[in-house]
């Protein structure tokens, strides 16, 4: 797992090879430890050189090992016997050098980057630190502030930056595997303690404790709960307080703390998962390995409402060339004007010129004639989209595709209205279009996997984690979203306060809590979707009695919030006060803590005491239980697809895995009695009634969750 040779006469050239990113396995420890003593004892060899198969340096430890009994040499005396020998040693840098393999290179003396390479230490985003010295040996190469910067964040780090910041020593356009060893040939002979990290002080700043105390405060606010953003500054603070081995020792202690943690399985499941989600298959025998995407060049948007303006940045932002459609000259030229002051904004903080070049804006539907995809973004009506489709099925080309942003319409029924169903799928985008990573990606009944393999592939060149989804009411997301904002209003109306409410999810992770969210997202929104579904407004069926609708429990209270004009942030009054209209400052209002009681007394509701405990889980095992009906009705494919959906669309905290992640986390048990206990005291909530999956799941003795998709009833059936 670490080849040999010996080029240019004097110099040991050691290659890890465990493609596709040389990650660091048990194999390749050996490998490299075997190598390097070889070149050290070798009186020929007088200077090393180590770099990586196939343009790849190193994606560092291997992930997979995590969860087996540590086998192999490990990572730290391997690492401190390339620092201690007296060869030098240069690491040539292609591709990525992450985690464990920027570690390898910071214990190599020199290191050389390719212009195209990016290094980091994500290792907080795996639940743990850099444990192989990293948070030791980079403070001491690139000072306090930076180190601290780059290990509590994981962000990766263009060949330019690392240049400045000092991590590499050379960026070269040209082979950094050839200037590597030119350059092991030059320094024989240079002393090497210097080059030793391990030997170094770490700079800091006059006033260490100010920027470590800061830092902590920055990253606990950030973290939400996470653990590892902690222990990484508890690791640098050792490096810069320290002696070398003594903050080995910290950094030692606080991995073992970390390595076994439910909050590092949690967030390494969703490593895994998330390149998951990208190898889709449907019940048709077409999957992401047989299915090929059809090239696009030009795309349209149809609609510059909040989401269609969103999109377009996000196409143009990949280097796509959008024609962006307005009904009217007077709506073309505010979007217009957004779009491109959007698109202004992201190229200033990027330090680069906004591509307003690949835009066009037209009213004339007929300019689509030579479009490859259309992406429709009209407002959520039904009669609107479906002339909207009828439309774009007469104008565009024959083999266009047509997609819907939708966020619960049903796909099938647009389709239907055109002429090429085969060639219609949802892209459901979610807001801010051009900053939320998640798409779901909707396979209607007639969806070719042609469609889906196209759209999947647009979504990965937005950068997007796509998930594909069946279709029904809602999709995964929305769908599950339902029994989650349903509990939320129930809470209210027995004894709760939006801030109790929304103080508990957001103490679970949450960025902010159910009430918050819905201010933010506009109260309208529901109210008219509920209107439209006769919950509400004038279409209610007269029989029902207000707090029952179509024969089950509805809270009223959503809509009676909206009639008293509260639209939530927009217009500075939702189910908390905002600073102004617009305004992001949320403070509990009086107001609404006496509507609810008002409305407590007039519904002769006695309020009782509601603990965080019972938020938490009504909430979101009344989601979860939602979730395994999703996967049990085929229109989720497997767990990890929920899970994505909810960690990259809608806040859920990544070191809690995802929802289906947690329910196994929790204890499948647990959540099956927590279940039943809520539907026994609420048995006119069939949404809390825990679904037929979960129940077999529990009875087959709660199986792990990579073994779920063997309990499904319909695997795929709706995919
Ligand atoms: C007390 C015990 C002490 C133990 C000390 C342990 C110290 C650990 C420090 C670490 O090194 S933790 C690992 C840190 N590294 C990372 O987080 C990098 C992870 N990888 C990536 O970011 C990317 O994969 C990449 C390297 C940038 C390449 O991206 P690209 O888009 O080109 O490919 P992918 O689709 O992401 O990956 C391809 C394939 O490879 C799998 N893979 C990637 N990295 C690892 C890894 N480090 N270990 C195992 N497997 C890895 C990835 O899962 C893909 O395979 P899949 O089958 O499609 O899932």
Redesign the pocket.
């Known amino acids: 797992m670490a080849r040999y040779e010996q080029v240019q006469g004097t110099v040991a050239l050691i290659t890890l090879t465990n493609p596709?990113?040389n990650?660091l396995s048990a194999a390749v420890r050996l490998g490299i430890t075997e190598t390097v003593t070889r070149a050290l004892r070798d009186p020929e060899v007088k200077s090393m050189v180590i770099c990586g198969e196939n343009g790849v340096f190193c994606?560092?430890?291997?992930?997979?090992e995590f969860a087996k009994p540590m086998s192999g040499p490990p990572?730290v005396p391997m690492i401190a016997a390339i620092e201690e020998g007296e060869k030098p040693v240069v690491a040539a840098i292609e591709g990525?050098a992450?985690?464990?393999g920027l570690e390898l290179a910071l214990g190599c003396h020199y290191r050389i980057a390719h212009s195209k390479a990016r290094v980091g230490l994500?290792?907080v985003?795996?639940g743990?630190l850099?444990?192989?010295g990293g948070t030791q040996r980079l403070p001491r190469l690139i000072g306090l502030a930076p180190a601290l910067d780059l290990i509590t964040t994981g962000r990766h780090v263009t060949a330019q930056e690392a240049l400045k910041l000092g991590i590499v020593d050379q960026v070269t356009d040209q082979s950094a595997l050839d200037l590597a060893i030119q350059f092991a040939q030059q320094v024989v002979g240079q002393p090497l303690l210097p080059r030793k990290l391990s030997t170094r002080q770490t700079p800091c700043p006059p006033d260490v404790d100010g920027l470590l105390e800061e830092t902590m405060a920055q990253v606990k606010q950030r973290a939400r709960g996470a653990m590892a953003p902690i222990a990484c500054v508890q690791a640098v603070r050792a490096a810069a307080t320290l002696p070398y081995q003594a903050g080995m020792q910290k950094e030692q202690e606080l991995?073992?703390t970390l390595?076994h943690s439910s909050q590092a399985r949690a967030m390494q499941y969703c490593f895994?998962a998330q390149?998951a989600v990208g190898r889709w298959s449907l019940s048709s025998g077409a999957h992401s390995g047989n299915s090929k995407p059809r090239p696009v060049s030009k795309v349209a948007v149809i609609g510059l409402g909040t989401m269609g303006r969103g999109i377009t940045v996000a196409l143009v932002k990949a280097g796509m060339s959008v024609l962006a459609v307005e009904t009217n000259k007077k709506q073309l030229e505010i979007g217009k004007q957004m779009v491109s002051a959007m698109l202004k904004h992201d190229a200033q903080k990027r330090n680069a010129t906004p591509r307003l070049d690949l835009l066009h804006f037209t009213i004339d539907l007929l300019e689509l004639k030579n479009t490859d995809l259309i992406i429709e973004a009209v407002f959520e009506d039904m009669a609107l989209k479906k002339q909207v489709f009828k439309e774009l099925s007469s104008v565009c080309k024959a083999d266009a595709f047509l997609c819907t942003n939708t966020s619960g319409l049903d796909v099938d029924e647009l389709a239907a209205v055109t002429k090429r169903p085969e060639l219609v799928v949802g892209m459901h985008f979610f807001a801010p279009a051009h900053v939320m990573k998640l798409l779901e990606v909707v396979h209607g009944s007639r969806s070719s996997p042609e469609a889906v393999a196209t759209a999947m592939h647009l979504g990965k060149r937005l950068g997007k984690v796509s998930v594909l989804v069946g279709n029904c009411a809602g999709f995964v997301g929305n769908r599950m979203l339902k029994p989650y904002l349903e509990q939320a209003n129930f809470l209210l109306e027995e004894g709760a306060t939006p801030e109790l409410v929304d103080g508990a999810l957001e103490e679970f992770g949450f960025p902010m809590g159910v009430f918050k969210m819905s201010d933010l997202s506009g109260l309208d929104v529901g109210w008219r979707i509920r209107k439209e579904a006769g919950l509400t407004g004038p279409n209610v069926d007269p029989r029902d009695p207000p707090r029952r609708r179509q024969g089950r429990r509805y809270s009223p209270l959503p809509d009676l919030v909206c009639e008293q004009g509260r639209l939530g942030q927009k217009n500075g009054r939702g189910w908390y006060l905002y600073d102004k209209p617009g305004g992001r400052v949320a403070t509990p209002d009086p107001s609404i803590h006496k509507f609810l009681e008002e409305y407590r007394i007039k519904h002769g509701i006695s309020p009782r005491q509601i603990d965080r405990q019972e938020v938490v889980e009504r909430c979101l095992f009344a989601l979860i239980n939602e979730g395994f009906r999703s996967l049990d009705d085929g229109i989720a494919a497997g767990p990890e697809d929920i899970d994505m959906i909810y960690v990259f669309g809608y806040g859920w905290p990544r070191h809690r895995g995802g929802p289906m992640f947690y329910a196994g986390m929790v204890g499948l048990p647990r959540v099956l009695t927590r279940l039943e206990h809520y539907r026994q005291a609420h048995p006119e909530v069939p949404h809390l009634e825990p679904s037929p999956l979960l129940r077999r799941l529990v009875a087959s003795g709660s199986p792990p969750i990579n073994k779920w998709r063997d309990f499904l009833q319909r695997p795929h059936s709706q995919l």
């Open positions: 596709p990113v990650a994606g560092g430890a291997d992930i997979r990572l990525a992450f985690g464990g994500p290792e985003t795996l743990l850099p444990a192989a991995m073992a390595f895994f390149r």
